[in-house]
Antibody
Framework: EVQLVESGGGLVQPGRSLRLSCAASGFTFDDYAMHWVRQAPGKGLEWVSGISWSGDSRDYADSVKGRFTISRDNAKNSLYLQMTSLRAEDTALYYC????????????????WGQGTMVTVSS | SYAMTQPPSVSVSPGQTASITCSGDELGDKYVNWYQQKPGQSPVLVIYEDVKRPSGIPERFSGSNSGNTATLTISGTQAMDEADYFCQAWDSSTAAIFGGGTKLAVL
């Protein structure tokens, strides 16, 4: 069964850091680009960041550029999101998602989603 | 920055056809994907690259994209189709952008 399981969310104060992890199983992880997409409570979806299968290409939404860093460890079938200088507006459910098609780049279509990990930024 | 607009809500009677639109400047020049999200669940990809259906998605789901508007059409709408639907656009120079979402009510 194809599965993505996120972890690492929690309550954090503004300005602090947090690292999210995503464990993948059921597919050949290093064949696919991966992404983080977030959803604030009661709101819509926002793409946050994506990384190519090799890790050579990374892309970020303007809202997180310079503060968040995406990375992956293909040997561990894992995806990460290092979040620094967190703000109240970063409060959201963070989904780990798999790119639908194999591509050399970051990709833009998300077919498998985890259940999400909640990040709350508040003092 | 690029933005897309969806109607907040659409209502349809069971068995009828539902159309959910997504509007953006020259949207037809980009690829559009559609996602379905039911309450408390993660999104599901239902249409990709404007018109294609992933494996396992019922044939009643179809898509189109031309000019400034992309449309998700659900033929013979069923109660189980009641959900939020999000369009998402991309091209070679645009990061993935989501529309605000449309709540489909099957009444």
């Amino acid at each position: 069964e194809v599965q993505l399981v996120e972890s690492g969310g929690g309550l954090v104060q503004p300005g602090r850091s947090l690292r999210l992890s995503c464990a993948a199983s059921g597919f050949t992880f290093d064949d696919y680009a991966m992404h983080w997409v977030r959803q604030a409570p009661g709101k819509g979806l926002e793409w946050v960041s994506g990384i190519s299968w090799s890790g050579d290409s990374r892309d970020y939404a303007d809202s997180v550029k310079g503060r968040f860093t995406i990375s992956r460890d293909n040997a561990k079938n894992s995806l990460y999101l290092q979040m620094t200088s967190l703000r109240a507006e970063d409060t959201a459910l963070y989904y780990c998602t798999k790119n639908f098609l194999m591509t050399t780049g970051v990709g833009h279509t998300f077919d498998i989603w985890g259940q999400g990990t909640m990040v709350t930024v508040s003092s | 920055s690029y933005a897309m607009t969806q109607p907040p809500s659409v209502s349809v009677s069971p068995g009828q056809t539902a159309s959910i639109t997504c509007s953006g400047d020259e949207l037809g020049d980009k690829y559009v994907n559609w996602y379905q999200q039911k309450p408390g669940q993660s999104p599901v990809l239902v249409i990709y690259e404007d018109v294609k259906r992933p494996s396992g998605i019922p044939e009643r789901f179809s898509g189109s994209n031309s000019g400034n508007t992309a449309t998700l059409t659900i033929s013979g709408t069923q109660a189980m189709d009641e959900a939020d639907y999000f369009c998402q656009a991309w091209d070679s120079s645009t990061a993935a952008i989501f529309g605000g979402g449309t709540k489909l009510a099957v009444l």
